[in-house]
């Protein structure tokens, strides 16, 4: 297994310099050659998948997870469809994203390149494979895909797809590379090989995300967890406080990016939680309420302690009452995962102290958290949204994707 | 133990939000008041440092390291005069890096802020806690300190002298905090506190290094290690290079950023190597070369497999003849530590597929090795010289102890 695993890794940094200096149009070749592979192979995936699924049955799975995994014709084409979406966009390698002159001559640039080699740790969609892919081929680095055990056939048919593909184009196979067993000691093995792979990303759950952080010797990127808040302040219109609200918790809960925790001022509660608590009738929503809130929300039961710092990912949230901006801003200070946060008022201090105080990878005001995606913000793709404050922070796309290194143009000079 | 590194982590992370309020003006002062307090307590630290200077003679540390543990009035001097340098710096934060606007309305921003945590662990230099000191102040960084045991006594002197200093200008003693034991524990346990610290910088030896980069869960910075190649074309200049590999190699030979492997193209070998052992005798440098070097020249001794990778900080280079450019980018690839390579060469097309094709930090043509520093590139101040690809790379100056956050200005957008 370790040797299996070294050998991998090995293969994934030689192929690193090969990738690095493909131009766009042979990687945007690649790319299209890679959907049309999809697509013309679709009955091989979909048998795949359906062992996948037979299994997963057989396991018990849950009904959402078994959706997860699910591949149809629909879904397949939307995997093609990701990957020629990435053509359009602009190829960050080779930037030069500053150049100067010192005082002696030299020319210093800082110029765009790619990471080298990438692991990408995921679970249950075997969506993720393609979209990995996709995005690591665009920027030139190497990939080594290991996925959930729920989703292990799909993911050696989608792999063994691409790597043709991209063998086709004249490219090395093992740019793409799937970890190919179910084994769970190849995740530790994996986040050991500091020496060949650049940086490591997991995608999934809470204890996936945590046990790689925790573990990894290879630079690893947080993502996922988002204990999301919006927090009414007292000078806050109440129509658009609901419309966001409303929003923010009900159109797709299951999302990092969904609000899990309500924080109303004192003095518009009386107010603004009625007419919140008609609205979201239409869902419906369980409330889970302080004690002020739940004197003025009869629907409201009591929250406790851990509900503040819970990620519901479902049609319920948590709604407290604060006596001021500060206890708002303090709350989310204790309790938030650094996600995303709004404040939804008409007062420019208030809302510019909120921007400039809340420590957080996303911070609105007067709109809802669910904007915080790669796609909403105008990146045209998203490996993940980081919730850690190296290298990459918010929503990720192609650039993050992306190092740096200095390349000094100088005509003899030593230092002296 | 664990308990005292907790609370003085949690205390961080309570700074920190203050921290990354200040005004520059604000910062700025504060800098300058810790420089006044140095020099006005000059005395206090020379004894403080006495301690560990006789500690370390009746340890039987060597010559160079009781040397790098050395303050005397020059050194504090040149300490507060470091942080007098801290002031005329731009201050990164607060910058908004870019804005845009989506189709719906939304403007989108892209701001500079703090980490929030930094934990600097390093090695025998007290001076590195001045420095670090100042720059996680100017950067709006809350900082935690822990120093080797040889400078114990020094840091802590220097410690207290510092975050009185911040205190009498308004702000929390506890933005600079030295972790005040010589407990090797003590750096596992800090090393564990991820929900408190945001990012961890190691610097000092290369065992300290991996000890951090292996067994962090905090986000790590790796730095230093430099095993560091200039490589001499055919079409290369013969006097250009011998100037340059001279420098490179001789000028400082300690840091990390010193040439260790001379690379020479067989059709330049003969006439190149004399002229540089004739320069080389100056200092004089001992030479291992492959066997084709030691025909050439007399004085070098046979280099094994181990000299490629060996990192020498000494007056020795190891020297091997290529038979092309492929070949030399080929051993910088398998022996290079990523830090800075050299190519001396007249042709463009040669030039430029070096510059593309060798993946590290800096990449020079026609200059020596030596310009890898903060300082040298222009940014007035360094933290250290990041060898890995994630956050930053290269020397990094203040920038790299920022961190980003998004900015959302709405008026009432929800997602549909």
Redesign the interface.
Known sequence: MEQYIIALAQKAKEA??VM??QTTGKKNTALQTMANALRAQKDEIIAANEKDMEAGRTKGLSKALLDRLLLNNERIEAMAQGLESLIQLADPIGETIAM?R?PNG?E?GKKR?P??VIAMIYEARPNVTVDAAGLALKTGNALILKGGSEAFESNKCLAHILQKAVETCGLPSTAIQLVETTDREAVSILLKQ?QYI??VIPRGGAGLIQFV???S?V???ETGTGNCHVYIDKYG?IP?GV??V???KT?RPAVCNALETLLVHKDIAAEFLPALAEKLREKPVELRGCQRTCAILKEAVPATEEDWSTEYLDLIMAVKIVDSLDEAMAHI?KYGSGHSEAIITENYTRAKKF???V??????????T???DGN???FGAEIGIST????A??PMGLEALT??????????????
């Open positions: 690193a310099p690095a200096l100067w010192q030299l210093i390149v990471f080298g500091r650049d940086v952080v925790n573990h010797a630079p690893a990127i219109e658009m419309n966001i409303f929003n923010a159109q200070a921007m400039d105080g420590d957080a990878a996303a911070v609105y005001v007067n709109a809802s669910r904007f915080t909403e913000f105008g850690q404050k190296l290298h922070r918010g190092s740096e290194k200095y390349v000094i143009y100088g005509t003899g000079q030593v230092r002296s």
